[in-house]
C-alpha cells in the first residue's frame, strides 16, 4: 500500500451568497484579485467565482442570487470547518483593527498566538475568518514549517507548553547552524566586549 501523496492545497470552495457581495469580500476586502468566472459545472443555477489568496493557489466561492447574505449557523462540528486562516503581513496585520472597524465588522481583537498574531472575524455568510501573521521569517533555503517543527522540538524537549518567541529563535539559530557552512570550527556563542 501507498500513499497518495499531497504537495499543497490546490483549492478552496466555499458557499457563498450572491456575486456581488462574493465580490466585495473576497477582493473588496481581503484584496484577493478575482481572477477568472464560470458557471458550476456540476449545478449551472450557481456561479463559480476564482479570487487568488496572494500565493497563487485559489480560493473559489459558488454564488447564487437566490442566496443572500446573513449569519447562518455555520456547523463547526466534526468534519466541519472551523475555520480559514489567511496569511497577511505584519504592516497589513498592524492595521487590521482599524480596517475592519472602518467598515462596522466585529471581530476578536488581536490574539497572542506565540508564534504568530491572530484576529478573528466573520464574512458576510457567518463563515469564521482568521487573519494570521508570523512573528519570524524562516531562514534562506527553509519554511515556516521547518521551523515551527523545529521549534516544537526544542519546546518539548524544554517541557514548554506551547511554542514561543525563545523557541522560535533558537530553531532558527539551529536551521542556520546546519544548514550554512562556516569556516570556523568553533560557532558557539561569544562576546566580543571585554569584561
Known sequence: MRKIQSQGVHHITIVGSDRQTSIDFWEGLLGMPFVFDQPNLDDPEQGHLYFDPGDGRLITVFTNESRKPGRHRIDQGPGSLHHLALNVSKVTFDQVVERLGARGVEHSGVKDRGF???????????????????????????????????????RVAAGDDHIDKVHLADAIEALVAEGTKSL????????????
Do not use: C, Q
Open 116 to 154: 504568530m498574531d491572530s484576529i478573528y472575524f466573520r464574512e458576510p455568510n457567518g463563515m469564521l475568518i482568521e487573519l494570521a501573521s508570523y512573528r519570524f521569517e524562516p531562514p534562506a533555503g527553509y519554511t515556516h514549517v521547518d521551523v515551527l517543527h523545529r521549534a516544537h522540538l526544542i
Open 184 to 195: 570556523s570550527a568553533d560557532r558557539s556563542p561569544k562576546t566580543p566586549f571585554a569584561k
